[in-house]
């Protein structure tokens, strides 16, 4: 239960002043296609920086008008308040009445040991605990270093135990250690752990099994799986393997892990990459110091959250554009676009993160929800998207807004000259060009050449796609994510609509067994045999 | 220009009989959360098969009534009359009255042969070419084999070059010849081509360079950039290059390549994995009897295209689910959700075929359009997804229709019981589970677990995914895209609205070049100087 407040923490969005406001003008959003309405000027004005990112957000269909009823949305809100409590430790997880989670979401203590101790008592004990993994991690990673018994990781775990550690891994691989790789088991699948294992000395692979309760229905048969395997090709799984796991969960057990990392029921899955969820698969990748760096550029951005300036906290203007968007202009979806090949996978975690976060039906008092939430996040890295599905963005019967991300530097800085620029010029052409493009359209006097524009879009553009930068670009987004639910007012923590599925995936498990009494999973069993 | 024709070929989707109706009936769709209305019996019955494939679609939100009138609105938009012309080889690629592309579209063409010849004089004559450039590829792959000089195949291409080859190579790993895997370069971004090289011998490596026009900007780069990073290596570039590109071409150039393989105008893009686009990586990763078997299975779906009865037209059956989820439900998105991890990135090709196809706002007569087209295609493997974005799906404020596939098999054979039953079995229960508490959804007295229900689905469920089962599930989605087209009366085949974006990026890289005449392009140049 949260504390009792001065505040109307369970303020209803819809009921909000500025809200209202807001679905006035709505009715006239800013037409960027207007002769003298995206103009240098605008581009150039309509900017916010910390942490390294500078976010261009011209291109958004938002005046300074919209702008401040946003603000004044988000406060009517207590985003601030909340985002306290949140830091703070207190308990946000919850569902006003109903029986829920009851837990805080802490997250940022995973790193919040840069600089002064959090206030709150449950903050400044998580950051103890976090820490004391940290130094665990660090002397296990060294024994690692100096036993040199292992090359590869592979790392069994799925949804917040996978995307996350996943999509960090991809985005450094530059700064891979020599001769150091991880591949990732997450789908029941049998022929994920089959592939995964394929062409692997398993006598120089180590195994991470991730879990949070130890109870994963895929991670678990997966291990089993996969020690088989092991066993199978005559190497002994003991000695192999280790676990991130609660405190006394089933796989809290020595004798069968080499090692146990913690981790809490205050860090949910889809935010446990600076926790040990992430931590051991970058630090076997990348080295421990890489890994601090990371999580350093995670605590920076985290500072700028209670920042009241929106021209420095840019995970509320993030958030406050996305709501606009979503709930006043009604755009459905969200399309993520990072022009860096780099983060190729990171679209797959931020879309777990947005929609198991806020893709909610109630707000936190349990009262229905008559407003869009949560947008569908989806993407693929630029330029190739340009070359997938960009027709329909520029011309589609639908309007799709856009979160484009770009850095002014590659990662290797190999790089070549082709016609008079190099290829990270071109890249960065392509998404100024494409900003553009969306938001003036062309007219034409033929129909097929015709685009409409108004196609919303911001750019968060970075130096370079370094360790310490895509820490703040997670806490960008985590903490983005958590200002999108607070001023829609609900809970961003849990994820009870998942339960649905699993009682029946047991029930029809149950027809597969033998035993026949859920008649419509057995009548999908029974088609099993009519194909042909 | 199309020939004349005694059926109205231009006939509009709105004003069509069947559309009138099903906007009644669009109304009150079947719903599936009522006691008594999804049964094992309706499961049973609303299947449908071919090619190996059984599509169930009792949890779709249609009555027989339903599926009578889109059935009378295919007909009405003369279905499969456009597809006959298609197959045969007529221009249909136009926008009457407006200039265009003007072209067949005969990308089936390319698979062809393994029956009696097609009809029409251009597609005679486009299967002629066809097999010539598969005879070519049989003894280029056979040399291959014999001298043994290479490894690894570097593919560089973007969009239909890169996301079909691709996603159907990941697709077929389990039957990869031994020691032989191929890479892809696409992006512009010089980070991909510079990470996709690291650890490879390019002694041993051959790069395929992939493009129609010869001229794709980040297509060239990539291989000029590739070229210097051979060079840098000390293994000069001659003898490592072969290409893909169309005749006389400037890309068609026997000094600068190996050897050429040719393409044509007739197959877009995006329909290229049955061509040499594909079909190099493919028999250099599978030998090329597999990659006869892949084009076998899809031809044995173009087989049943024109195919009246809809039990047996799984292409059809899927456009007609998926025009009445659009245009008449008017839900946004469509989630496809392989449950094979095999099929990782089938999503991303999909995505690209089915968007860049009918993401247009002007029907074939050059008429703005006011009914929503394409969806938004997205999703991520299943169980996967479960953990990640299902939340939303079973309790966001908005539908998400979904489309799933399945295998009885797995592709290994290679599998483990646990707790009872296999993982093969837990991930089919998973799926099965899915379509059924979306479906149903569930009564709680606690709001934060009730689900609504009504989320509509359909399964494509097959034995096991072979490389010819492969061939039958890509032809699927390629028909079934051009039959939604078909019903919109639009033009699937073009792509005019990526145009201005390129245009665009031309205009900004000049500015990086010093030549400032494009204020908007050079705002953005001048602000990369405020990252801070």
New interface residues.
């Given amino acids: 239960m949260p504390k009792t407040a001065e505040v109307d923490l369970h303020q209803s969005f819809l009921k909000c002043e500025a809200a209202h406001r807001l679905h006035a003008l709505a009715r006239y959003p800013y037409d960027l296609t207007s002769e003298g309405n995206?103009?240098?000027q605008r581009?150039?004005e309509l900017?916010a920086?910390?942490?390294?990112?500078?976010m261009?957000y011209g291109t958004e269909r938002v005046t300074h008008e919209v702008m401040r009823d946003l603000f004044a949305l988000a406060k009517e809100m207590h985003v601030f308040e909340k985002m306290r409590r949140m830091k703070e430790g207190e308990v946000v997880n919850y569902?006003q009445g109903?029986?829920?989670e009851e837990r805080p979401a802490l997250h940022m203590a995973a790193r919040a040991f840069f600089g002064k101790p959090p206030k709150g008592k449950m903050a400044a004990e998580a950051v103890h605990l976090a820490k004391r993994e940290l130094e665990k991690l660090k002397s296990f990673i060294e024994q690692i270093d100096r036993e040199k018994r292992f090359d590869t990781l592979v790392s069994i775990g799925?949804?917040?135990s996978?995307?996350g550690p996943k999509a960090h891994y991809i985005a450094l691989?530059?700064f891979a250690k020599e001769g150091r790789s991880v591949r990732f088991i997450?789908?029941?699948?049998?022929?994920?752990?089959?592939?995964t294992l394929?062409g692997l000395d398993l006598k120089r692979t180590l195994v991470v099994v991730i879990s949070k309760s130890g109870t994963t229905?895929?991670t678990?048969?997966?291990e089993?799986?996969v020690r088989?395997?092991f066993t199978a090709e005559g190497v002994r799984p003991e000695g192999h393997f280790i676990a991130v796991t609660g405190e006394s969960s089933p796989m809290d057990d020595p004798k069968r892990y080499l090692k146990v990392f913690y981790i809490w029921d205050w860090i949910g899955?889809?935010y446990s990459t600076t926790s040990m969820a992430g931590g051991v698969s970058l630090s076997f990748a990348f080295g421990f110091d890489l890994y601090l760096e990371f999580l350093r550029g995670a605590w920076e951005m985290d500072e700028t959250v209670l920042q009241e300036e929106l021209q420095h906290n840019l995970p509320l203007l993030g958030a406050l554009l996305s709501v606009w968007n979503r709930s006043f202009l009604s755009y459905?979806?969200l399309a993520l676009i990072p022009?860096?090949?780099?983060l190729a996978r990171y679209p797959?975690h931020i879309?777990?993160l947005e929609?198991?976060s806020?893709?909610?039906?109630?707000d936190q008092m349990?009262?229905?929800?008559s407003?869009?939430?949560?947008p569908?996040?989806?993407g693929?890295?630029?330029?190739?998207a340009?070359?997938?599905?960009?027709?329909?963005?520029?011309?589609?019967?639908?309007l799709?807004p856009l979160e484009f991300i770009g850095f002014?530097e590659?990662?290797?800085k190999?790089?070549?000259s082709?016609?008079?620029?190099?290829?990270?010029?071109?890249?960065?052409?392509?998404l100024?060009?494409?900003?553009?493009?969306?938001a003036?359209?062309?007219k034409e006097e033929?129909?097929?050449?015709?685009?409409?524009g108004n196609r919303p879009s911001h750019i968060l553009?970075?130096?370079e796609l370094t360790p310490r930068a895509l820490g703040s670009l997670l806490s960008y987004f985590e903490n983005k994510i958590a200002f999108e639910g607070f001023i829609w007012g609900i809970?961003s923590f849990?994820?009870?609509?998942?339960?649905?599925?699993?009682h029946?995936?047991?029930?029809?498990?149950d027809?597969?067994?033998g035993s026949r009494t859920f008649?419509?999973?057995?009548?999908?069993?029974?088609?099993?045999n009519?194909?042909?």
């Fill in positions: 995206l103009t240098p581009v150039e900017r920086s910390s942490c390294g990112y500078l261009l569902i109903f029986k829920s799925i949804g917040g996978d995307l691989q530059p997450s789908n029941v699948d049998p022929d994920d752990a089959f592939e394929r229905l895929e678990r048969a997966n089993e799986f088989s395997l899955g889809r459905p979806t022009y860096s090949q780099a797959a879309q777990q929609m198991e806020n893709g909610k039906h109630i349990g009262r229905p929800i407003f869009p939430t949560a569908i996040i989806w693929e890295p630029g330029t190739n340009q070359h997938s599905f960009f027709q329909m963005i520029h011309q589609g019967t639908d799709i002014k590659s990662q290797a190999a790089d070549h082709f016609e008079g620029t190099t290829l990270q010029q071109k890249l960065l052409a392509n100024f060009a494409q900003a553009i493009a969306l003036k359209g062309e033929n129909p097929n050449r015709e685009c409409a553009l970075g130096n809970n849990d994820q009870e609509g998942v339960q649905l599925g699993k029946l995936a047991s029930k029809v498990l027809g597969f067994k008649p419509l999973g057995d009548a999908y069993i029974k088609l099993l009519k194909v042909p």
